[in-house]
């Protein structure tokens, strides 16, 4: 059994085989090797029953899956509406500047994927970013360069 | 080894047993530790705290803990020393040993104090400050109090005792009844009273029902399901509880937003210890009724939420919405009488059973009983989130509670009701907040986000804004949301962007007619919304914009410029540092300017020029004023 096989078998066992814990099936995988390839889709589909065709559209759907490899850090910058007001595309701006990346791409080098998200829920703060789970306030030129170098 | 639970007097002496084993003269420092107040660093704050009291050697003198969010996030971090409840804001780790050295003498830190911005007094008392003294928090007032990750700081509080007043002392049909009876409306978009909603499930065939928590809080500028759910998870399986043995089901789901980990992982914490106490299994509180519950986390889509998308998605389905001619409260996840509340709803439903439906209708309006927490964010002084009684005005709310516009500027809008609410002007600002008032004006209440916007917010732009968002979150399945929404964006991006028309107001109005009477679900339905408030408010700004190609708000880029007023400018080379595009051109004591073909209009200069200069200035709808003759010198006024 391949790696991947074996952690599909892991996860969907954890989930006692349930096909409607598909989608959960899928964020446990997503989590654990950080995108969804084909080759755990299909594991998926022969393990829990359900047809790779769902699996894909399930795959497809959610915002949270990802098809291709993301980088090791996850920089997210929020575009909730108070974040928006509070000037959270030109902190998007900055940032995609600085990591020379547009949003929803990752670094060849896979060090970063700049990604947005509607809300984190954290709107008093706004605008605000999260890296690698941690969240930032605003964050000036210098905080940001900051951020962006602690994380190799 | 945890009590196990299995009558009313068994909880009551467990309660009594808690507070015996606690030293009520000891004080309590207690540190926030919801979302917002960890970003600000709570969990160092929180360490050097118990590093400290161990320092200094005041274990047996002090007692820590780390609780949900206060609401007042501005402020983070807040650490509030019970029972006084002197509440210190901002405070950092290094504010740890002077602030458990007074905590230990019962005096205060004054520095760390909250000062009235208005008064410019220092305010010792949490309940004193004027952002928290207008409030009424029934639902929210607990998380302070409570360690979510601890069931017994709940139990303390007589948490699950209206659990046991509902099993043991009333029937289903009284349950039903007293929520009916306090006409508790949906906290979650709609309003639809939850009473109507559990009784449709109840009377509903089939043996198997379904409750579920709808945690899937997607609307961008709300975040009280998120403070709650992480603060008070018991609250909100103990409404749930009750929930279920009023419609008559065994199962029970709650589907969290990808987005909030910590609310998933206090609400797992929180249902294995109530597993662990006996409120939920078999048997509950010896009543013979039994209850388990599951977590579904969300996997990003903000359609979601929608009732019949979000039980697909726990189905493991694509989450999208279906036509409701039959309501999920008769046929929802597999066919089965489904009943969903968001988590506001549930946690509400403890208070009403404990203090009855009469005590409830008591607080707030004719047609909006009790209170809703709101998330008042934006351009507002106090951010952070505040429970009010239903019936308050939104000048009382954003000025009384909220402090005013931030630096003194004037209020534009607010928004309330999310992606399918509206923008509401000054003129509404004396509109009592209720769930029928919103609604007249063309908002609604939605989940309670309320986003403050001041002059410069454009409002073309905001509208712009929600239809992109909504356009992304379209799922795309009936044509006159997905369709509808890319044209309604392509228009809204015209007129942002210059290239408005007039003939585009009535295409506008044409789309979102159709959209409202054709769409699927309420994605559609109330997707134009904003556009149409802002129409009927701010259709002057939309005017300015197709007109005279000029932003009043000085917002959107393509009819904006920055330029530096040659005559305030003191060539202080902050601007020409900090511009991103090596725009500003200029040097130590030659007066700068903007090369406007390299400006990429970020607006960094903008910011970063000192106000008690201003000399960078936004432009709109007006040719930008020559440069200054090259080599210009700065003519220093006070030098001779």
């Given amino acids: ?152 | 080894m945890p009590t196990m639970v299995s009558s009313l007097e068994e909880l009551e002496s467990l309660r009594k047993d808690i507070l015996s084993r606690r030293d009520h003269t000891r004080p309590i420092i207690t540190v926030c530790a919801g979302t917002g107040c960890q970003t600000y660093g709570a969990a160092d704050v929180y360490q050097a705290i118990v590093g400290e009291v161990k320092a200094q050697r005041l274990e047996t003198k002090l007692e820590i803990k780390a609780t949900g969010c206060h609401g007042f996030c501005e402020k983070g971090v807040v650490v509030v020393i019970h029972p006084e409840e002197i509440c210190y804001v901002k405070v950092t780790a290094a504010d740890a040993p002077e602030l458990v050295g007074a905590a230990a003498r019962k005096i205060l830190v004054e520095r760390l104090l909250y000062v009235d911005p208005v008064t410019g007094q220092k305010i010792a008392r949490e309940p004193d400050i004027p952002f928290y003294k207008n409030q009424t928090r029934i639902v929210f007032g607990n998380n302070k109090r409570i360690d979510p990750k601890n069931i017994e700081d709940y139990v303390a509080l007589g948490g699950y005792g209206a659990l046991g007043k509902a099993l043991r002392r009333m029937s289903p049909e009284q349950v039903l009844a007293e929520v009916k009876k306090a006409d508790l409306r949906g906290r979650g978009g709609g309003g639809f009273p939850a009473g109507k909603k559990w009784e449709e499930t109840r009377n509903a065939p089939g043996d198997i029902k379904y409750v579920i928590v709808n945690c899937d809080e997607g609307d961008p500028g709300a975040y009280m399901d998120r403070s709650l759910m992480e603060g008070n998870p018991h609250a909100v399986l103990e409404g749930l509880l009750i929930g279920a043995y009023a419609v008559g089901a065994r199962e029970g789901f709650v589907y969290v937003r990808q987005e909030y980990p910590l609310a998933c992982e206090n609400l797992n914490v929180a249902i294995r210890q109530a597993h662990e106490h006996g409120f939920l299994g078999e048997n509950i509180l010896g009543s013979g009724f039994g209850f388990t519950v599951k977590v579904h986390r969300g996997a990003g889509a903000f359609v979601s939420g929608e009732s019949s998308a979000l039980m697909s998605a726990i189905e493991g389905k694509v989450g999208e919405p279906r036509m409701k001619y039959v309501h999920t409260a008769v046929s929802g996840i597999k066919g089965r009488p489904s009943n969903l509340n968001n988590v506001e709803t549930w946690a509400t439903v403890p208070l009403i059973i404990d203090k009855g439906a009469d005590w409830f209708c008591s607080i707030g309006t004719e047609g909006s009983k009790g209170t809703k927490i709101f998330s008042l964010v934006g351009k507002v002084n106090n951010t952070g989130l505040v429970e009010i009684p239903m019936g308050m005005t939104l000048r009382e709310i954003i000025y009384g509670i909220g402090g005013g516009i931030i630096k003194g500027k004037r209020f534009k809008g607010v928004q309330t009701g999310g992606p399918s609410g509206g923008i509401l002007p000054e003129q509404c600002l004396d509109t009592p907040v209720g769930f029928d008032e919103l609604a007249k004006l063309g908002s609604m209440m939605g989940s309670g986000g309320m986003v403050v916007m001041d002059e410069d917010t454009c409002m073309v732009d905001v509208a712009r804004y929600f239809v992109n968002f909504l356009c992304e979150e379209s799922c795309g399945k009936c044509i006159p949301c997905r369709e509808g929404l890319r044209v309604l964006r392509q228009i809204l991006t015209d007129i942002c962007e210059g290239r408005g028309k007039p003939e585009d107001i009535d295409v506008i109005r044409e789309i979102a007619e159709v959209m409202a009477d054709a769409s699927l679900c309420a994605l559609g339905t109330t997707a134009a919304n904003p556009v149409l408030t802002t129409l009927r408010y701010f259709g002057e700004e939309y005017e300015a914009h197709i007109r005279d190609k000029r932003c009043p708000a000085r917002f959107c880029k393509s009819l904006t410029s920055y330029y530096i007023d040659p005559e305030k400018c003191t060539a202080c080379l902050i601007c020409l540092r900090n511009c991103p595009a090596s725009a500003v051109v200029g040097d130590k004591g030659i007066v700068h300017w903007i090369d406007q073909e390299k400006c990429t209009k970020c607006g960094v200069c903008f910011e970063v020029c000192p106000d008690r200069f201003g000399a960078v200035v936004r432009i709109s709808g007006e040719p930008v004023p020559p440069p200054p003759m090259p080599g210009t010198r700065v003519v220093r006024k006070h030098e001779g």
Wanted: proline share 5%; hydrophobic share 40%.
């Fill in chain 1, 1 to 152: 059994m391949t790696g991947v096989a074996a952690l599909v078998s892991k996860v969907v066992g954890s989930r006692h085989n349930d096909k409607d814990m598909l989608i959960q099936v899928l964020l446990d995988l997503q989590s654990g090797l950080g995108w969804l390839p084909q080759e755990a889709l299909a594991e998926v589909s022969r393990q829990l029953r359900v047809p790779v065709t769902r699996v894909y559209q399930v795959a497809s759907y959610y915002k949270a899956f990802s098809f291709a490899p993301k980088g090791r850090h996850n920089v997210t910058v929020c575009l909730g509406t108070a974040c928006q007001v509070r000037g959270a595309p030109r902190l998007l701006d900055r940032t995609a500047d600085l990591l020379k990346l547009a949003p929803g791409e990752t670094s060849p080098d896979m060090r970063f994927s700049l990604n947005t998200v509607n809300c984190l829920g954290c709107c008093a703060l706004g605008p605000v970013m999260v890296v690698d789970g941690k969240y930032h306030s605003n964050p000036s030129t210098s905080e940001l360069q900051n951020i962006v170098d602690s994380a190799q």
